[in-house]
Nanobody, 115 residues
Framework: QVQVVESGGGLVQAGGSLKLSCTAS????????MGWYRQAPGKQRELVAT????????YGDSVKGRFTISRDNNAKNRVYLQMNSLKPEDTAVYYC????????WGQGTQVTVSS
């Protein structure tokens, strides 16, 4: 079993910044990929960003150039999502995902961007 816990969501004005954190714990051998997805009301869950064990990153088109995913150098099972230049359309529940032989998901953290 793997537990995934997100933190750092909140309310911010358009143009502002937030940093999300995600920690995976439990029976972990190796996590191949960790990442962030989001789901806005009435919409499907979409990719925000992922990072592989080797440090390769991938971003959704809507966040490229504004969001940055990174790993904690001191805790390999922790990742961050730095979100800059936030827009109202970034409002969503943000979910952390961790992948080994299975997909593990956190409960999500709400990010609300006011105009």
């Amino acid at each position: 079993q793997v537990q995934v816990v997100e933190s750092g969501g909140g309310l911010v004005q358009a143009g502002g910044s937030l940093k999300l954190s995600c920690t995976a714990s439990g029976t972990i051998v190796v996590l191949n990929v960790m990442g962030w997805y989001r789901q806005a009301p009435g919409k499907q869950r979409e990719l925000v960003a992922t990072i592989t064990r080797g440090g390769i990153t991938n971003y959704g088109d809507s966040v490229k150039g504004r969001f940055t995913i990174s790993r904690d150098n001191n805790a390999k099972n922790r990742v961050y999502l730095q979100m800059n230049s936030l827009k109202p359309e970034d409002t969503a529940v943000y979910y952390c995902n961790a992948v080994n032989n299975f997909d593990w998901w956190g409960q999500g953290t709400q990010v609300t961007v006011s105009s």
